[in-house]
């Protein structure tokens, strides 16, 4: 059964504090990508991989980076959060090959207080 | 400026009816495009998909119709039932694109 879990379903921060989501999926999927979720405004892509240590610029990757060392883990930094972070996080994987159904991890509600 | 729309943000439908969503692109490019139901809490889960070859797939209850022309696609489920109660997601992929591009959401209600 695929799978994609993420580290934490609810966070609260601080501004200002370094936040780090994780990312792990087990169907040895080349792709992976990160959204946030807000309301009104659907899925917007963040960051997406598609190899080891590859990372390319979504939509919105302003006050992100990631990181992907190992080809199961992929993790979003926000260096310095703020609250218009505060958002639903969502991780995704998919494999190529012409394969394009992306399989979601179960969201991280950040808050940023 | 969204290049995928999903102008209705909530329909309410009653149990056993047709249930029918829409979604409108601007992108001539997208050629390939996903429905996804999304529970409160949970990741978006795959329903169905449709190649721009094509103008009509099916899959059991649903059924996603793409008018190229107008730049439109529609998902239909026959019968609906209380549990299709959720946001239903289109989302399209341009022809050498990696990623897809979300719309912003359709919650659906069915009702008992």
């Known amino acids: 059964d695929v799978k994609v879990t993420q580290s934490s379903r609810y966070l609260v921060k601080r501004t200002g504090e370094k936040v780090f989501l994780e990312c792990v999926q087990d169907?040895?999927?080349?792709?992976m990508f990160w959204y946030r979720q807000d309301p009104g405004l659907g899925l917007r892509l963040i960051y997406f991989s598609y190899d080891v240590k590859m990372k390319e610029k979504g939509d919105i990757p302003e006050g992100y980076s990631v990181s992907r060392e190992k080809k199961e883990r992929f993790s979003l930094i926000l260096e310095s959060a703020s609250t218009n972070q505060t958002s639903m996080y969502l991780c995704?994987?998919?494999?190529?090959?012409?394969?394009?159904?992306?399989?979601f991890g179960p969201g991280t509600r950040l808050t940023v207080t | 400026d969204q290049q995928v729309k999903q102008n209705s943000p909530s329909l309410s439908v009653q149990e056993g009816r047709i249930s029918i969503l829409n979604c409108d692109y601007t992108n001539s490019m997208f050629d390939y495009f996903l429905w996804y139901k999304k529970y409160p809490a949970e990741g978006p889960t795959f329903l169905i998909s449709i190649s721009s070859i094509k103008d009509k797939n099916e899959d059991g209850r649903f059924t996603v119709f793409l008018n190229k022309s107008a730049k439109h696609l529609s998902l239909h489920i026959v019968p609906s039932q209380p549990g299709d109660s959720a946001v239903y997601f289109c989302a399209a992929r341009t022809i050498y694109g990696q990623n897809f591009v979300f719309g912003p959401g359709t919650r659906l209600s069915v009702l008992p």
């Open positions: 995704a994987s998919s494999g190529g090959g012409g394969s394009y159904e992306q399989y």
């Open positions: 169907m040895d999927h080349e792709n």
